[in-house]
C-alpha cells in the first residue's frame, strides 16, 4: 500500500500539526514506521511509560496517523498493536491558503480594534 497523500482541510491542518509538533509523538511515528508494534514494546523503544504511550497513540489516533487492532496471543490475553497509516502530507503556501479558508476555529489572536 502506497502513501496516501493528505489533503486536509483548515481544522484538520490544525489537528495534523498538532499531533505533528510532539517529539515524542515523532519518536513514536519513526518507530512505527519499522512495522506494527504492540504498546509495551513501543513504550520501551521510546523510553516512556505506557500510559504516556496510550495518550500520545490517542492524539495520534484522532489525527489519523495510527490505527490500532486488538489480538489474541498464544497465552490467552489480548495484545493491542499499532501500526502507522500510511501518508504523505505536502505543505505549500497555497495549500495551507486553501486549508485556512475551511477553519471553523475561531482565531483568537486577532487584537481588539
Not at 486536509?8 to 510532539?22: H, K
Not at 515524542?24 to 508494534?37: F, N
Not at 504516556?52 to 498464544?74: D, F, I, R, W
Not at 486549508?99 to 480594534?113: I, W
Amino acid at each position: 500500500m502506497g502513501n496516501e497523500e493528505l489533503r486536509p482541510n483548515g481544522d484538520e491542518l490544525v489537528r495534523l500539526m498538532a499531533a505533528l509538533a510532539s517529539p515524542q509523538r515523532l519518536r513514536i511515528l519513526a518507530e512505527l514506521a519499522g512495522g506494527r508494534r504492540y504498546v509495551t514494546e513501543l513504550a520501551r523503544q521510546v523510553g516512556l511509560s505506557r500510559p504516556l504511550v496510550h495518550a500520545h497513540l490517542g492524539k495520534l489516533t484522532a489525527a489519523g496517523l495510527v490505527t490500532s487492532h486488538m489480538e489474541l496471543a498464544e497465552e490467552g490475553h489480548a495484545i493491542r498493536y499499532v501500526e502507522a497509516t500510511p501518508f504523505a502530507l505536502v505543505l505549500t503556501p497555497e495549500s495551507i491558503a486553501a486549508a485556512v479558508r475551511t477553519l471553523t476555529v475561531p482565531d483568537n489572536s486577532k487584537e481588539p480594534s
